[in-house]
């Protein structure tokens, strides 16, 4: 069978990442290779060519194997919209709402499809390289399963299990992993992997020899931990990272309770100008911001909730007051508006919700959700770049006659009357270098010169090279012959 797939002993192992690595390393061999998760659980998502939406981390994994994103290659993406449900899209379109126990009666039916996207990805490419999700060690799940041993078991995927040791415990990770499979589960494993290693590895060997002869698992190798990370797309919130810096323009991101599309944040943390701090709840908007940026929500009206719950709407006010800068992106800039009006209850209970009254637009929740790349000119400096939107709701009002970009000749997103509030439904737009520096210009800002996609590559590159010297890559994708 021409597929492996990658597994872990839990959720933010770094399986991601290392599927993004035996993509391209299996790509610098020649191989047409493809990514696939059955099921992914994640608000930031990425457009794909065929007009649908997955899990960002299989855009980027897309990428490392030089294929345009396509929604085969997440057929099951879960978005949460409240601790107990989520938005289920099937094949890149949303299918439904579901809580988190009504979500296992269609189980069944989500299998079928995750079966028809691998069937189809197996038969274009020599390879396919498949994540898990969470652990397989969560055996009281496992009646219906679709993300790990349910899925490897009904096409026949052998499995690599991956463990964290940064996070402590990783002999008891897999080893008790192995105890609590069942046997046939067990049986699909063919080896096992250390990630996030640091220090010396001479001084786990005795451990790894452990993990081998007490599962009878062979080993593939220990991976130091990788320092470039930082600088690919990250999956989790809890993985957005900013190097400290105590000077620079400094912008500040509301840490949304339902924060969805946050790598948009990724090239503006990359510039060196730039100190960027992620703000979590229960901390107020430091004096010193220069601007603040409200991400998009997979909740727009649950995270204006959550905004107030903070008291961030006081300090929007006053930072503003201040003279200070403000950006909304996609759920951002709905909640900068007066109103938002969700009539048919399409992302929770139907209701009306005050907006922060920044902008003089209001926003009304509509069933159609807009999935597209688009090319935008931005109006301040007539710079052309590219983005995407995927959102739901349509926004107007006066403050639209001064819009923030032209998209097909239509105006795009709203620029208050002073001209320090703006807002545009565009993700993505900060990976064009020029837009980026044109941006900052108007921000009073000089970009550093950053070549953001190409930096990129050379991190995926990297990410390959890496693997290859501490990990038996070719093991592993011997395991797909």
Not at 118 to 135: K, N, P, Q, W, Y
């Amino acid at each position: 069978m021409p597929a492996i797939m990658i597994q872990g002993t839990g959720s933010n192992v770094g399986k991601s990442m290392l599927v993004a690595g035996l993509c391209r390393a299996a790509k610098r061999r020649g191989v047409s290779v493809a990514p696939f998760k059955p099921q992914n659980m994640s608000n930031n998502a990425a457009v794909t060519a065929d007009g649908g939406e997955i899990g960002r981390a299989q855009a980027l994994q897309a990428r490392a194997a030089g294929l345009p994103p396509h929604s085969d290659m997440n057929p099951v993406l879960l978005k949460p919209e409240t601790d107990t449900g989520a938005q289920v899209v099937v094949h890149g379109r949303r299918l439904t709402s579901a809580t988190a126990h009504g979500y296992g009666a269609l189980k069944p039916e989500l299998l079928a499809a995750v079966q028809d996207s691998f069937v189809r990805l197996r038969t274009a490419h020599d390879l396919v390289i498949a994540e898990g999700a969470g652990s397989p060690a969560e055996v009281n799940l496992r009646a219906g399963d679709i993300a790990n041993m349910g899925f490897a078991r009904a096409v026949g995927v052998p499995v690599v299990l991956a463990g964290d040791i940064d996070r402590g415990g990783v002999i008891a990770q897999i080893m008790g992993t192995w105890a609590v499979l069942d046997p046939g589960d067990a049986a699909m494993i063919a080896g096992f992997l250390i990630n996030k290693f640091r220090g010396d590895p001479c001084l786990f060997a005795d451990g790894y020899d452990r993990i081998a002869a007490g599962t009878g698992w062979p080993g593939f190798g220990v991976l130091p931990w990788f320092t470039g990370a930082w600088r690919l797309p990250a999956e989790d919130a809890a993985g957005i990272a900013a190097p400290k810096r105590d000077t620079g323009f400094h912008i500040v991101c509301l840490a949304l309770s339902r924060i969805a599309n946050f790598d948009d944040l990724d090239p503006l943390i990359q510039e060196p100008g730039v100190r960027m701090t992620i703000l979590g709840p229960g901390r107020a908007i430091p004096g010193d911001a220069d601007l603040v940026i409200l991400p998009g929500s997979k909740s727009t009206r649950g995270d204006l909730a959550f905004l107030r719950a903070q008291g961030w709407d006081i300090d929007l006010l006053a930072h503003h007051r201040r003279g200070g800068r403000i950006l909304g992106i996609c759920g951002g800039y709905q909640m900068l508006g007066q109103s938002v009006d969700d009539p048919r209850g399409i992302e929770g209970p139907a209701g009306r919700t005050e907006g922060l009254g920044l902008l003089q637009v209001d926003t009304v929740m509509t069933p159609a959700k807009r999935l597209t790349g688009v090319r935008a000119t931005h109006v301040a400096s007539g710079v052309t770049f590219r983005g995407y939107e995927i959102h739901i709701g349509v926004s107007d009002g006066p403050d639209r006659a001064c819009p923030f970009a032209f998209v097909d000749g239509a105006a795009e997103g709203a620029i208050s009357a002073d001209g320090r509030i703006q807002g545009s439904y565009l993700h993505g737009m900060f990976t064009d270098d020029a837009f980026r520096a044109a941006w900052l210009a108007e921000q009073g800002q000089r970009a550093a010169g950053l070549a953001y996609e190409a930096q990129v590559e050379a991190t995926l590159d990297a990410l390959a090279d890496h693997m290859e010297a501490h990990l038996d890559v070719a093991g592993m994708l011997a395991l797909a012959r």
